[in-house]
């Protein structure tokens, strides 16, 4: 590849501002954020492939588990070839997803959207998602959660831009199309939309690949001391491989946390707006409109936005294991008021899931700074990305779980409240699941630490 | 693993400090224009849940 691509072009000299990092970041992930406002478009996609609303959803399954393999596989890749070869790479793997599932949405092959958004478009998420976490982590040495929980609070905020803007284009491409609820634009507008988004998207993530720089040897921010920051027996400065990590117990038991707080959350997202109507119906009809179900969805992608950055920036003051007590601690709480006294209130049931969601997002947010607490800097990405499986698995038993639970109560249409109690109980337990394997988390034995020999043939900046 | 930092010395192509200032407006709302497009959208669907 390409020398102006190669982490030696891109280490900062000790004047650059951290600040221009952000920005970068964030152009990537609010791209690759669009993958959770694919509910635009399925219907389009159901009436153009004269299918099923399953054989849809399976473009964003795809997508997600490749996301979580992409990541794994790849991490100690983009941890040692650097953000921008990372970025760029992300950037012609998201696009030409696109590109290739337009190509099939335009000649009705379904298996070709499949592979273009499903596994080249996935690839592109794994290796975006991780691509700036550690140079992040790395320039803000002081406020890691900050740091991510800004540019995690992007994937959050690429869905909130993405779905009023594919409806808006959906609308110029096909003037048939209303935008309202099941409505259907035409395939060819879909293609037309699939292939405006992959172009923009590619200029905007190459926007961050050519912005980002890599933190200098030793970078320390200006009045920063970094002796003062191992001030917890929890945060390390020694270095663990992505090899040696998941040889420990520390690791497993973060994915299991990982995945229990992931399934939970997408227990409520899944069905956000079925579920607040059926919470409020009596006698067959419900209280709440289709539209009003609609603003519950947007609001709670706000509160999945803003719980990346308000409480993965929380966690530098409280530290990552008191956070995460939080999350999946207060969650259960929270989820048990939700199953028994949501139908009351109205406002109460949308306070409750607010904050649920918010605790979804800072879970996900504030995940790379607990692995830098614990591992070390040496290949925070890497392992991240290995993490990152636990979002796929989630992303497959989540969904199993609400709706085998729901299919099993009766009739979509015809849910009550109590219908969600055993869903919403079996989230509790995985909750309680993860806030016990967050309180066995210990700091990482030094057997599995890297000499400092071996830590040093990383690249540099990179440790 | 191969090291390839060693090579090039660090902030060999870093923009100087004014020109640094302009990229860090111009980054900001690159990112901040749609982030706030997206924001103001879904406020107004939400508005639809005490609404309607």
Redesign the interface.
Known sequence: MASFL????T???????R??IP??A??VH?SIGQVYATSVYKTSLVEHFGTGLAPIGVIFSIAIVMLGLSAAVLG?WVD?GGPRKAMFTAACFWAAGFLVAALGISTTQLWLVYLGYGVLGGIGLGIGYISPVSTLIKWFPDRPGLATGMAIM?FG?GA??????SNQLLRAYDPGFDGSAGSAADGSAVAQLFVTLGIVYFV?MM?GAF?I?VA??GYAPPGWDPSTRKQSAMVTTASVSANNAIRTPQFWLLWVLLFCNVTAGIGILEQAAPMIQDFFRDGGTTAI?A?????????L??GNMAGRFVWSSTSDVIGRKKIYMVYLGVGAVLYVLLASIGQTVTALF?LLAFVIISFYGGGFATMPAYLRDLFGTFEVGAIHGRVLTAWSAAGVAGPLIINGFLDAQGEPGALVAGDYRPALFTMVGLLVVGFVANLLIKPVAEKFHETSATSS?????AR | ????????P?????PS?AT??V??GV??L??GV??V???V???R????????
């Open positions: 190669d982490r030696s072009r280490v900062a000299g000790p004047t650059y501002s600040w221009l920005p970068a964030l152009a609010l100690k040692h992007g905020g909130l831009i993405a779905s009023p803007l905007a926007y912005t720089r200098p040897d409109s539209v009003a179900a609609g603003g519950f969805v947007g609001l992608s706000l949308v043939t990383a690249p540099a900046n | 693993m191969t090291s390839s930092t060693s090579s090039a660090a902030g060999r192509n870093d400090p640094q200032k990229l860090l980054g900001w690159l990112v749609p982030l497009y997206g924001l959208q879904t406020l669907r939400v508005v639809t849940l005490f609404t309607g």
